[in-house]
């Protein structure tokens, strides 16, 4: 064994193995390109996993009695912070900005790097009340400040924070560093059909969080003027009033398909890669990893025209705005099976491309 291996403590993220969102589909797949002189420790949200490992793919883990999302997930990222600083960490990689907010006092007290990925720009997300939001940008703020890397995952963001803190990044390093999404192979399996049966006509697919900012209701609107159109739409419906009144209201719609989350891969890239488009309607945030994803599948893509998806994309999909853009999209595209063809193809090369863990792994190693 190496005796001088860098210590880097990953905070932020609910933990591994993966099973939630995208932060934690990045520390899976970096793990498995560990560097021999690299010794990783992972914080773990212990309510989260009935089974509590010691090591994973030969990362450390360390689990939390706190919540790494929400409220708590502002001393959750503290309480890690503080461990890394106990326990001597070489590195700090930081996921989000929740717990930045302590980072001025955590300066004074680690000595090692800190290396921040802010994430997209959580403040600006529609379910936060006014304080929350001006918490979450002041956080935004002291991480750009107090970290010596600055990681943003897509151009939208590292334009932004050369724009909001001019000042103050030009004595920092700012990195673009995309999510990966090569992960994801077609999946084919005709005993599914026996559960899915609406899956065997061609079918839209968008799979998120159903909250207001994911612009889920103007999809559904819009598939409400397409009835001879399939959508399939897998996410957490239960988890919010925005999202129960949605279902209600358009569960009725026979071409309309609202699904509960799926966490087991199979099933879920099954539904995804034989969808004949992806719709994608985040509009706060960086690189998401469902339309990188998407990208990986060679799926045609329809996304809200914002900044980050247009990045994203490189400007070769198809964008909208309003359910009115997706109604129209949508019924000349159907008489246009080339051109949806060639975006498919157009969205593999540049997923395969801008996409792929291997690459986005040596860009974290090189910080290092």
């Known amino acids: 064994m190496l005796e001088n291996k860098k210590r880097i403590y990953i905070i932020g993220t609910v933990g591994v193995p993966a099973c939630y969102g ?21 914080f773990c949200t212990a309510k989260k996993y009935e089974k509590k490992l010691d090591s994973y793919k030969g990362a450390h883990l360390i689990y939390l009695d706190r919540d790494a999302n929400g409220k708590d997930s502002i001393l959750y990222d503290y309480e890690s912070m503080k461990i890394a600083v106990k326990e001597k960490a070489d590195i700090m990689l930081i996921l989000g900005v929740s717990g930045c907010i302590f980072l001025p006092r955590i300066r004074r007290q680690f000595k090692g790097k800190i290396i921040t990925n802010i994430d997209g720009l959580e403040w600006k997300r529609d379910k936060w009340k006014s304080y929350a939001k001006w918490l979450l940008k002041f956080s935004e703020k002291q991480a750009v ?10 151009k939208g963001i590292t334009d932004y924070v050369h724009s909001e803190y001019a000042k103050i990044v030009s004595k920092k390093r700012l990195e673009l560093i995309a999510y990966g999404g090569d992960q994801v192979s077609r999946v084919e399996d005709d005993s599914l059909y026996e559960k899915y049966s609406f899956c065997r006509e061609p079918y839209a697919c968008t799979v998120c969080r159903i909250e207001p900012e994911n612009n889920v209701h103007i999809i559904l609107e819009a598939f409400t003027n397409l009835p001879g159109k399939q959508l399939v739409i897998v996410g957490n419906w239960q988890k919010s009033e925005y ?16 699904l509960e989350p799926i966490y087991e891969p199979h099933t879920i890239n099954w539904i995804r890669s034989n969808s004949s488009m992806y719709i994608h309607g985040h509009s706060a945030g960086g690189t998401n990893p469902s339309l990188v994803e998407a990208m990986n599948f060679g799926l045609p893509v329809m996304a809200f025209d914002c900044v980050y998806n247009r990045a994203t994309t490189e400007e070769k999909c198809f964008y909208w ?23 498919g193809n157009t969205m593999k090369e540049a997923g395969k491309r801008l996409y792929s863990w ?5 860009q974290y190693n090189a910080l290092y």
């Open 243 to 258: 999202g129960k009144a949605l279902k209600e209201k358009y569960s009725a719609y026979q071409n309309i398909h609202l």
């Open 145 to 154: 400040k107090y970290s010596d890397v600055v990681i943003g995952d897509n």
């Open 22 to 42: 995208g932060f934690e589909s990045l520390v899976d797949n970096l793990l498995d390109y560990t560097p021999a002189d690299v010794e990783y420790t992972v």
């Open 358 to 362: 291997k690459g986005i792994a040596s």
């Open 321 to 343: 705005k309003t359910s009115d853009d997706i109604v129209e999209q949508t019924e000349d595209l159907s008489k246009l099976n080339q051109r949806l063809q060639d975006v």
